[in-house]
């Protein structure tokens, strides 16, 4: 909606009466001659146009011990926990990403490389970041995101906003995830662009990503990187899950060498050396494999809620 500058005027006053001087809204209408009702219309006017910003501090909510417990049995820095106050996967999954996304200037510098994952938990982040200054910033995929099915992966969409984020320069990787040979992979890496983006991998400063279930809905598998078949078979062979597109065992290891050498992306020994590897993991369902990312070595700083790293911690005693 415009605003004329009598209007937003209007609305900038009576939202500081309301919530830097503290009236109430009877007591606005009563001063500026208002009805009560259309004070409140202007205040949600405020709240609709951006004016006021509602900011809760859940961060005062401590969780000490149990970042001590997470730091104490995994190879991390810090971790972020984030409490389940409303018993809503959406809205808490929200709140992990807005926690990492006002933490990411610290991780940023100029003239660096940022390395990005893709997913529908990078989805969720990339439209909680904000406005970063920071020049000659430039941000890579990890590893290709094209499908192979009828799915929108939305790896492209991340990338951008991560670029729009930083006011940076985007390298995609214009390939699957993963080909149905290590020679077609091998092969794809030998391409000039895809070459160019693995080498800026190995200068990355920071990479941020999540990590994926078996648990159908799987984008590794609606993207056509497996058959029904192959699918079927990871978790005999004892698959957790994927980070960056590579297939875990429990302790955060490759699954198999001959499947990860399909893999069109940084390797998992370039992202291990990446000196901050940030990992989002939300929901009890991706305990498991968040857990085989901490016990590999594959993240320094941890974004999780609650409920989430105490089953890790339940599945990981001393």
């Known amino acids: 909606m415009a605003l004329d500058s009598k209007k937003l005027q209007q609305i900038i006053k009576i ?6 001087l503290h009236y109430s809204q009877l007591e606005i209408a009563e001063i500026e001659g208002l009805s ?7 205040l949600k006017t405020a709240m609709d146009e951006g004016i006021i910003e509602v900011r809760i501090k859940d961060s005062i909510l401590s969780n000490s011990s149990l970042e001590s417990e997470l730091l104490a049995r995994f190879p991390i820095k810090r971790a972020v926990l984030v409490p389940d106050l ?5 809205i808490l999954l929200q709140d992990i990403c807005t ?5 990411l200037p610290e991780y940023i510098k100029n003239d660096s490389i940022i390395g990005v994952a893709w997913g529908s938990t990078m989805a969720v982040l990339a439209k909680h970041l904000k406005k970063i200054k920071r020049s000659g910033v430039s941000v ?8 192979k099915a009828v799915y929108e992966s939305g790896a492209l969409d991340i990338l951008k906003n991560f670029v729009d984020c930083v006011s940076g320069t985007g390298y995609q990787i214009p390939a699957p995830a993963m080909v149905d040979t290590p020679y077609l992979a091998n092969a794809l890496k030998q391409d000039s662009q895809i070459r160019h983006i693995l080498d800026m991998a190995d ?5 941020v990503f999540s990590a994926g279930n078996l648990e159908r809905p799987s984008v590794l598998y609606e993207m056509g990187i497996f058959s029904e078949e192959e699918y079927l078979n990871l978790r005999q062979q004892g698959a957790v899950g994927d980070c960056c597109s590579h297939m875990l065992d429990k302790n955060g290891n490759v699954l ?3 499947i990860d050498e399909r893999v069109v992306g940084a390797s998992l020994d370039t992202i291990r050396k990446i000196p901050n590897k940030l990992l989002i993991a939300c929901g009890k369902e991706k305990a498991e494999v968040a857990g085989a990312v901490l016990k590999g070595g594959l993240a320094d700083v941890l974004y999780i809620d609650v409920p989430t790293a ?6 990981n005693p001393m």
């Open 15 to 20: 939202a500081k009466m309301h919530y830097e």
């Open 36 to 42: 009560k009702s259309t004070v409140s219309r202007i």
């Open 86 to 90: 409303l018993g809503n996967p959406q």
């Open 99 to 103: 926690a990492l996304a006002n933490d």
């Open 140 to 147: 890579i995929q990890l590893s290709g995101g094209f499908s």
């Open 203 to 207: 200068e990355c400063l920071t990479a």
């Open 256 to 258: 198999d060498p001959a």
């Open 310 to 315: 105490e089953e890790i911690i339940k599945m």
